[in-house]
């Protein structure tokens, strides 16, 4: 069965300092791994995929994300973030027979002045 | 653009009534979902439809029904909603061989 684990219920971030949010998974099948962001009373709105090919994954609003393999890891990151970003961000994962999307519990970022 | 649309931001409904969620997309996928999203515990899937009049049980179906007679149309039923089920529910819509999922704006719930 897959799994995604998002540690980091909240980060708190001063504005224009860079961030990571962490996000492991695992799974016993090859996997297609993503990002989605959810701004306050809004549906979500997807960031950025890992489908394959290059494990640096570069995502809308300057955001990126980098597979890595060997540690299960697809970890979030923004080298300066403004007040705008405050949201909730979801790991996800997905693959195997059904390819259904598996999330994580999710990642408060609160951007202050 | 894909477009996915819930019927109400936001509802308010009593114990022991029946409630339908409407979801509508506009990009001919054939696949749709619907989840709850609880805080702390993220999105989990309650049934999800792979065509028309096809269903499937998610992580979390009890409680809930699901009716897709219309491509474009996913609907999801409380038949006798309970305060357990005040909850943020949240559509989405996919197209087969691609991974990513569309969501709408969502619904929040709340059952008095």
């Known amino acids: 069965a897959q799994s995604v684990t998002q540690l980091d219920s909240q980060v708190p971030v001063f504005e224009e300092a860079p961030v990571e949010l962490r996000c492991n998974y695992s799974?016993?099948?090859?996997?297609?791994l993503f990002w989605y962001v959810q701004y306050p009373n809004q549906g979500l709105q997807l960031l950025l995929k890992y489908l394959s090919g290059s494990t640096l994954v570069k995502g809308i609003n300057g955001f990126e994300a980098e597979f890595n393999k060997s540690q299960t890891s697809f970890h979030l990151r923004k080298p300066s973030v403004h007040i705008s970003d405050t949201a909730e961000y979801f790991c996800?994962?997905?693959?195997?027979?059904?390819?259904?999307?598996?999330f994580g519990t999710g990642t408060l970022l609160a951007v202050q002045p | 653009d894909v477009k996915v649309t819930q019927s109400s931001r936001y509802l308010v409904k009593r114990t022991g009534e029946k409630v339908f969620l409407e979801c509508v997309q506009d990009?001919?996928?054939?696949?749709m979902f619907w989840y709850r999203q609880d805080p702390g515990l993220g999105l989990r899937l309650i049934y999800f439809?792979?065509?028309?009049?096809?269903?499937e049980k998610g992580d979390i179906p009890e409680g809930y029904s699901v009716s897709r007679e219309k491509k474009e149309r996913f609907s999801l039923i409380l038949e006798s909603a309970s305060t357990n089920q005040t909850s943020m529910y949240l559509c989405?819509?996919?197209?087969?061989?691609?991974?990513?999922?569309?969501f709408g704006p969502g619904t929040r719930l709340t059952v008095t």
């Open positions: 439809s792979y065509d028309v009049k096809m269903k």
């Open positions: 990009m001919d996928h054939e696949n």
């Open positions: 989405a819509s996919r197209t087969p061989g691609r991974n990513e999922q569309y």
């Open positions: 996800a994962v997905s693959g195997g027979a059904t390819n259904k999307l598996i």
């Open positions: 799974s016993s099948v090859s996997v297609y």
